[in-house]
T-cell receptor, first 115, second 116 residues
Framework: EAQVTQNPRYLITVTGKKLTVTCSQN?????MSWYRQDPGLGLRQIYY???????DKGDVPEGYKVSRKEKRNFPLILESPSPNQTSLYFC??????????????FGPGTRLTVL | DQQVKQNSPSLSVQEGRISILNCDYT??????FLWYKKYPAEGPTFLIS?????DKNEDGRFTVFLNKSAKHLSLHIVPSQPGDSAVYFC???????????????FGQGTELSVKP
């Protein structure tokens, strides 16, 4: 089954404790992206990757890091989480980076709470 | 600065009637628009899209209308079904930029409730 998976689905942590949210896709997609969803703000892009070893900042990259060492994986790293990073996070992937048929497929989401 | 706005946080309609979800944008460079649907505890799923060279795109019960002069798009669902109850996000991109980075700008979302 073609899918984007994220782990963990739920996480409660404390300020300053480094964490990683994993994202994996099995569709051989080149493009991957991370979003956060906050009430009243919709989804905002954090980072994206157009291919292995190619990453770039989205709209809200502060406090986050990413890496793309393999095509299928795109982990989101919070080196020193803070309460304002409490949010619902989505990973997404698409075949390439554009085109009318290049739909982004989203993972199920990770709900992060930083105390 | 919210470039894509969905001003109605919620909408309730009766089963069988039409649902109309609205979306406004401010950036005249946007030339590709999408609607995503999201159920609780799931990620958004692509529903329908439209490019700026069209003013209408239809897929079954779903039709998206684009009014470029008003910078407004809408999603019509006819007839509405209880299974359509979800949060709907509109999103916009600049084609060239989308081709280079896949950047989508999302609205805040509208929660649709279809009552039997």
């Amino acid at each position: 089954e073609a899918q984007v998976t994220q782990n963990p689905r739920y996480l409660i942590t404390v300020t300053g404790k480094k964490l990683t949210v994993t994202c994996s896709q099995n569709m051989n997609h080149e493009y991957m992206s991370w979003y956060r969803q906050d009430p009243g703000l919709g989804l905002r892009q954090i980072y994206y990757s157009m291919n292995v070893e190619v990453t770039d900042k989205g709209d809200v990259p502060e406090g986050y890091k990413v890496s793309r060492k393999e095509k299928r994986n795109f982990p989101l790293i919070l080196e020193s989480p803070s309460p304002n990073q409490t949010s619902l996070y989505f990973c997404a992937s698409s075949l390439t980076t554009g085109g009318s048929t290049d739909t982004q497929y989203f993972g199920p989401g990770t709900r992060l709470t930083v105390l | 600065d919210q470039q894509v706005k969905q001003n109605s946080p919620s909408l309730s309609v009766q089963e069988g009637r039409i649902s109309i979800l609205n979306c406004d944008y401010t950036n005249s460079m946007f030339d590709y628009f999408l609607w995503y649907k999201k159920y609780p505890a799931e990620g958004p799923t692509f529903l329908i899209s439209i490019s700026s060279i069209k003013d209408k795109n239809e897929d079954g019960r779903f039709t998206v209308f684009l009014n470029k002069s008003a910078k407004h798009l809408s999603l019509h669902i006819v007839p509405s079904q209880p299974g359509d109850s979800a949060v709907y996000f509109c999103a916009a991109s600049v084609w060239g930029h989308y081709n280079q980075g896949g950047k989508l700008i999302f609205g805040q979302g509208t929660e649709l409730s279809v009552k039997p």
